[in-house]
């Protein structure tokens, strides 16, 4: 059996690092918002044997649009560009001039957002989160409504309230460097990756809960409770690796070999499913001992 709540102070202090450093980063840099949020125009093209720079140079010259900005995917060896919000009549234009000019080119995508939109997008993103931990409290609520001893019911909703902000908050933290180093976007599906790491996070935490109570229904106090946690945890540790290991494994996939549109939605994923698994176990449980120091079991 290993001795997890005896090593606490160790997991518990790694992860208030790790956090600490998200909240600095998002403090510091803010998010890159991307088009669903801030309106405008994204258009994946591919042209080949072309520079980025001439391509740049053409949409603020020939096409006089001085605030494109275009960038190079190496994944897929087209170029992404973008625009302010632009009519149909307005692409079909400018897609005319530069097949003139670039007879090999092949659109790819084109996704044109106006900012009233980005706006309720926005707007609704925040709503979905509220909602999901509203949700959540009141699940744990009515789960843990009869456990009284040695903590009480409510100290389970607020540890794993806390324990899921930690699991979004580090790679919410993650992507926000990225935004500022290497000018990556945050989009609706960054915020659907937050939600799912959410439901994941909560789903592990919840398990391993459910185990200490029902331990502490059979062991009726003989026992110390750090000794009941510990046994727990070690149960619930199999399951957790393993389910979760499943999962790790289809992501890292999908991040090598999946469409390079959804690379940082699986980056995300995988960030925040592998935090969430070691909070589960390294955080959630040992806060369980903190919030009951000083007290009898």
């Given at each position: 059996m290993y001795n997890i709540i005896g090593h606490k102070n160790i997991f518990l202090t790694a992860s208030a690092v790790l956090v600490g450093l998200a909240l600095l980063a998002i403090a510091l840099f803010g998010f890159r918002q991307g088009i669903d949020f801030t309106?405008?125009?994204?258009?994946?093209?591919?042209?080949?044997?072309?520079?980025?720079?001439?391509?740049?140079?053409?949409?603020?010259?020939?096409?006089?649009?001085?605030?494109?900005i275009t960038a190079f995917d190496a994944q897929n060896s087209s170029f992404l560009v973008r625009l302010p919000s632009i009519t149909e009549e307005d692409h079909q234009k400018y897609l005319s001039e530069l097949r003139a000019a670039y007879p090999g080119l092949t659109e790819?995508?084109?996704?044109?957002?106006?900012?009233?939109?980005?706006?309720?997008?926005?707007?609704?993103?925040?709503?979905?989160?509220?909602?999901?931990?509203?949700?959540?409290?009141?699940?744990?609520?009515?789960?843990?409504?009869?456990?009284?001893?040695?903590?009480?019911?409510?100290?389970?909703?607020?540890?794993?309230?806390?324990?899921?902000?930690?699991?979004?908050?580090i790679p919410a933290g993650f992507l926000s460097i990225l935004g500022r180093f290497s000018g990556v976007e945050v989009d609706t599906n960054f915020m659907v990756a937050l939600l799912v790491v959410m439901g994941f996070s909560v789903h592990d935490t919840i398990v391993v809960f459910d185990r200490i109570r029902e331990n502490l229904s059979l062991d009726r106090g003989k026992t110390p409770f750090a000794a009941v946690i510990n046994a727990s945890v070690n149960q619930t540790l199999?399951?957790?690796?393993?389910?979760?290991?499943?999962?790790?494994?289809?992501?890292?996939?999908?991040?090598?070999?999946?469409?390079?549109?959804?690379?940082?939605?699986?980056?995300?994923l995988l960030i925040g499913v592998s935090v969430g698994i070691y909070s589960s176990i390294f955080v959630a449980s040992p806060a369980l001992l903190l919030v009951n120091r000083g007290k009898r079991t």
């Open positions: 309106g405008g125009t994204l258009w994946q093209i591919k042209v080949p044997s072309l520079a980025a720079s001439e391509l740049h140079e053409f949409f603020k010259v020939k096409l006089n649009i001085p605030e494109a790819l995508g084109f996704q044109s957002i106006g900012p009233s939109v980005g706006r309720e997008l926005r707007g609704k993103a925040f709503i979905a989160r509220a909602l999901v931990l509203i949700g959540i409290s009141l699940y744990i609520a009515f789960a843990f409504r009869k456990i009284s001893r040695p903590v009480a019911s409510w100290k389970y909703g607020v540890i794993t309230l806390l324990t899921l902000f930690h699991d979004v908050l199999g399951r957790s690796v393993n389910t979760s290991l499943t999962l790790i494994l289809v992501l890292v996939a999908l991040l090598f070999v999946g469409p390079s549109a959804l690379f940082y939605f699986v980056l995300t």
